[in-house]
């Protein structure tokens, strides 16, 4: 299985979106580890969790919050609470 893109990880994103307002939700809470979990190659040696939690910032809109975050800012417990509806990005 080849390593996640950027391009990977903003489409699930879009997906997990795109459900979440279907289901009429008002918010949905993603956790970067459960993320990258989806798209493979983690955990694991080559994983690409920095590259997940870039896109994760990347999506977020004004009224989104940081819920949890690791000391470094990146990792598997970076948790964003995004809030619907959203602009598109």
């Given at each position: 299985?080849?390593?996640?893109?950027?391009?990977?990880?903003?489409?699930?994103?879009?997906?997990?979106?795109?459900?979440?307002?279907?289901?009429?939700?008002?918010?949905?809470?993603?956790?970067?580890?459960?993320?990258?979990?989806?798209?493979?190659?983690?955990?694991?040696?080559?994983?690409?969790?920095?590259?997940?939690?870039?896109?994760?910032?990347?999506?977020?809109?004004?009224?989104?919050?940081?819920?949890?975050?690791?000391?470094?800012?990146?990792?598997?417990?970076?948790?964003?609470?995004?809030?619907f509806p959203r602009?598109?990005?």
């Amino acid at each position: 299985m080849a390593k996640p893109s950027a391009a990977d990880f903003e489409n699930e994103l879009k997906e997990i979106f795109a459900f979440a307002e279907a289901k009429k939700l008002l918010s949905v809470t993603i956790k970067a580890g459960n993320l990258h979990h989806l798209l493979g190659d983690y955990p694991g040696p080559s994983h690409r969790m920095p590259v997940c939690c870039k896109v994760m910032r990347a999506a977020m809109q004004r009224n989104d919050k940081v819920i949890a975050e690791p000391p470094k800012g990146a990792g598997a417990n970076l948790d964003i609470q995004y809030f619907f509806p959203r602009q598109k990005f």
